[in-house]
């Protein structure tokens, strides 16, 4: 009698979980990937910072340069030299450039694509929310056409994660927003 019951509470419990995972799953998009068989060296600009959380465009642009650097896809410029051409060019405005001066960054640090971006969301969890959320959009410029040939936007919360009962929730906003890069990269390779 005992066996039939933990066998019949076995099966309830089995079939709960899959019930509640399968409602777990959303499928995504697929959306072609871009040529970039032109692109080897890019340089990536700090982010601007919207979000109203102190530092974020720079830790999210750290996060943004280590990711692509670890997919082997490009050379990835020193950040370091990307600083000093902002600041010889007198470039103040993060996240944005004009065409004239992403053709002379290109030129200038040989690399054959530029990276800017925007930070919209950066929020730890809080009384408010209970996790943390993080909204990034980035581009990709072709650095001798101007052209536009990657673009992605994500925002994500941490509890997005979730596999059951609150295994995979992602508790912080730099968890979170290493998460989100490696997505956005995703759609480059």
Known sequence: MRRVFSAACLAVLVVSLLSVSAGCYARRARVPRPDLSAIHKIA???FSNISGRRDAGR???NIFITELFKTGLFDVEEPGNVMQFLIQERIDSLGEMEL????ILG???NVD???VGQVEEFEDASKSSSVPVVSLSARMIDSATG???WSHHVKRRGDDFIIIFDFGKIRTVTGL???VVRE???TLI
Do not use: C, F, N
Not at 100 to 103: E, G
């Open 59 to 61: 830790i999210v642009s």
């Open 44 to 46: 990536v600009i700090p």
């Open 107 to 109: 030129k200038r640090l």
């Open 147 to 149: 052209r536009i040939v």
């Open 113 to 115: 694509a530029v990276i």
């Open 184 to 186: 956005m990269i995703e």
């Open 100 to 103: 004239d001066r992403v053709r």
């Open 177 to 179: 927003a290493g998460t």
